[in-house]
């Protein structure tokens, strides 16, 4: 082995993609995952061309192309399915791919890409001490000490609760089910049905699969709602009542967000979700995680921990705020009354699908 010595904390997108940018840099990390046995899990994830450009560099964007689809228009539409903006993707990214797939084959792409890798199932981090050399503890009572730790450990991440202290997420306003349904092969396009309060999201993920994202606004997901959350959309235009009817077992969620980002402390550091969920409307999630993981990778193979760790946050910050501040624009314009907003979009489209993406049209 070469380099520090690494541990990587969860095998989800962020914890994987960093794994596999590491190996290309000769450095081996642990990976521990505290999921025991992995199961086809997850509905689907639209990953704009940011995000297929840096799998690209993980050389896995053709075998996701390849599981997934090709999303060529973004639009919105009014609940009863009438027209009020779109734009083909090429005019939102000048150059690169829009993809959609299902979350697990992706899960599953990066696992057969990091199969040589230390991963080790069903360990939980329990506990991180130390500062040059970190010692971390697992519930199964084995330990490590490591040069450096990555907390890619997701939205209620450990690694930021032991390191940061009371750094919690919190919630955006929103409440969403998710669900892909099969048997809709014309479902292609990016397409987003807004209601008052409400909206809709439908995007093919290949073969005849339609990834679906219902959401209403909320601070907490209580039973009943769960129960009957589906008659708050039977009122949209077709093909939502059809969709429904296949979305039995929905995966409920609430939407949280960690802003402003948590970046790193000692010899700790964070990626992905752990160090800045965000709301979901830009579909960032995936591509700020692996461009996370390719910076960090990259600057922590020719430069000392520390100065790496440094140069990490003066690199990924502006990038992960501009993302979190969109993320909040688009969401206080779900509350404008409905015609203001309707005729806001229309009168300017570039401002809704171009102008929150620009600057990651550049590399991160
Ligand atoms: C409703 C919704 C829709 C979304 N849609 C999209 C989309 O269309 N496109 C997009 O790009 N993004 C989307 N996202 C965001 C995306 O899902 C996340 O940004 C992405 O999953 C982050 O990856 P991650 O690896 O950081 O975290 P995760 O995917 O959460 O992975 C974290 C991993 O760490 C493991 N773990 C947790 N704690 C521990 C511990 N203590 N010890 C060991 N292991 C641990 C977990 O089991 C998990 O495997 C969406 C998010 C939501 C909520």
């Known amino acids: 082995m070469t380099g520090p010595r690494v541990l990587i904390v969860g095998a989800g997108i962020a914890g994987l993609a960093a794994g596999r940018a590491l190996a290309r ?55 009863r399915g009438r027209s009020i903006a779109g734009m083909d993707v090429d005019d939102i990214w000048g150059s690169g791919r829009c993809l959609a797939v299902h979350r697990a084959d992706l899960h599953r792409i990066l696992l057969d890409a990091t199969r040589d890798l230390p991963v080790r199932l069903g360990a939980v981090l329990t506990g991180l001490a130390g500062d040059d050399q970190v010692k971390a503890t697992f519930s199964d009572g084995s330990a490590g000490v490591y040069d450096l730790v990555i907390g890619a450990d997701g939205v209620h ?56 994202y219902a959401d209403l606004m909320g601070e907490s997901l209580d039973p009943s709602l769960n129960e009957n959350w589906r008659a708050r959309f039977r009122d949209f235009a077709d093909p939502i009542p059809a969709l429904l009817d296949q979305g039995g077992d929905a995966l409920p969620g609430l939407i949280e967000e960690v802003s402003p980002p948590v970046w790193s402390a000692g010899r700790v550091v964070l990626i992905g979700d752990a160090a800045h969920a965000s709301s979901p409307n830009l579909a960032q999630g995936a591509a700020m995680a692996v461009e996370d993981a390719l910076v960090l990778a990259d600057l922590i193979s020719n430069r000392p921990v520390d100065e790496a760790l440094t140069a990490y946050r003066e690199r990924r910050s502006p990038r992960v705020s501009w993302v979190q501040d969109q993320t909040h624009h688009r969401d206080k314009l779900r509350k404008l009354h409905p015609a203001v907003r309707k005729l806001s979009l229309r009168l300017a489209a570039s401002k809704f699908f171009v102008a929150p993406y620009r600057p990651l049209r550049e590399r991160p």
């Open 25 to 79: 840099h000769g450095i081996v990390a642990d990976i521990v995952e505290r999921v025991g046995e992995w199961r086809a899990e997850g509905t689907g994830m639209y990953l704009p061309a940011n995000a297929v450009r840096a799998l690209d560099e993980l050389g896995l964007a053709d075998a996701v192309e390849e599981r997934g689809a090709r999303v060529r228009r973004q639009r919105v539409v009014d609940h």
């Open 157 to 212: 991440s450990s690694v930021r609760g032991l390191v940061f202290g009371a750094r919690a997420a919190r919630p955006v306003g929103q409440v969403c089910w998710r669900f892909v349904a099969e048997g809709f092969p014309g479902i292609r396009d990016w397409t987003l049905y807004t209601g008052p309060g409400r909206a809709f999201l439908t995007v093919g993920i290949g073969g005849d699969r339609v990834y679906c």
